[in-house]
């Protein structure tokens, strides 16, 4: 039997329009919207729906939006293949805590709320600092690690073979982009963000989400969750908030953490939320694995009527 692993998108996976379809075609993702709203006191559904753009891309609303979208597309997937079961989560930076809740660890409006004021302690963090990022691709992780050391910037996500982010100061990124080139780097460009996510320019934003994660109730997941800081599975409830804080300047550790898993025996894996970077990341990891997303309607029928069909035989 397929042993499979739900994965939730991260920032940067928000577009104007996400989940509208699911609203509008489903009256379960409608309430949810709704139910959405109704923790936050504020309309994110509009946001998600119809921008405007500059709006969705705050990070105070990207990241709830993302949360959202990514706990919609599940339960719809789960409405349409009630045979649904998985083994694991994992999920990109704020995906994490989408991944937490999908495990049974928060419920749907703590960890709604938490995400909303992680985007905001984040979107601080940044307007209080020049910061940026830039994606370096076609080099390896240990010429990467040379560079951001040179060059004085962090080392954010290391995403697949040949794809990691670097983060810190404006001026330094753009250093780093430049000895990525001369290392041998195929491209090394910035990235279209607010600020340094996972760098050290991101600590103000820490004691303020670990008081607001020590308000939340948390139990232990129903199935391992990876922790992008680990790539191994939380232990504990202490741990999981120690490790949620710690990832807000930490690096991200997808592959690592998607190997960890193809190494305990996953072949199947289903990318929930906006986008579908996930997914091509995995491509480049493990091309021997199953790979599915669920993002909008026809993501939805496609991969329903995939593990329906796979389930029944």
Request: aromatic share 6%; proline share 4%; hydrophobic share 45%.
């Amino acid at each position: 039997m397929n042993k499979t692993a739900l994965l939730f998108a991260g920032q940067g996976a928000q577009t104007v329009g996400m989940g509208q379809d699911f609203a509008q075609a489903f009256p379960t993702a409608r309430n949810w919207f709704d139910r959405a709203n109704a923790a936050l006191g504020y309309d994110l559904a509009s946001i998600c729906f119809s921008g405007p753009e500059a709006e969705l891309t705050r990070t105070e609303n990207a990241q709830p939006g993302i949360f959202l979208v990514s706990w919609v597309a599940l339960q719809l997937l789960r409405e349409r293949v009630p045979s649904l079961s998985f083994q694991a989560v994992a999920g990109l930076s704020l995906g994490e805590l989408t991944a937490l809740t999908a495990a049974g660890a928060l419920s749907f409006e703590d960890g709604l709320r938490v995400v909303r004021q992680r985007g905001r302690f984040m979107q601080e963090a940044c307007e209080a600092t020049r910061g940026g990022m830039a994606a370096v691709i076609g080099l390896e992780e240990g010429p990467t690690r040379e560079v951001c050391a040179q060059a004085g910037v962090a080392l954010a996500n290391l995403n697949c073979p040949g794809q990691i982010v670097i983060s810190g100061a404006s001026e330094q990124v753009a250093q780093a982009c430049e000895l990525a080139k001369a290392k041998g780097a195929r491209r090394a460009m910035p990235l279209p963000v607010a600020g340094a996510y996972h760098s050290p320019l991101m600590a103000s934003a820490q004691p303020k989400l670990r008081a607001e994660l020590e308000g939340v109730t948390l139990i232990l997941p129903a199935v391992p969750v990876i922790a992008n800081v680990t790539a191994s599975p939380h232990e504990g409830e202490a741990a999981i908030r120690a490790r949620l804080v710690e990832q807000v300047t930490s690096s991200v550790r997808w592959e690592e953490s998607m190997r960890y898993l193809v190494g305990q025996g996953f072949t199947r894996f289903i990318e929930l939320g906006p986008g579908n970077a996930l997914s091509g990341f995995m491509r480049r990891i493990d091309k021997n694995v199953q790979i599915f997303n669920v993002a909008d309607l026809s993501s939805l029928a496609a991969t329903s009527e995939a593990l329906a069909g796979a389930d029944a035989r």
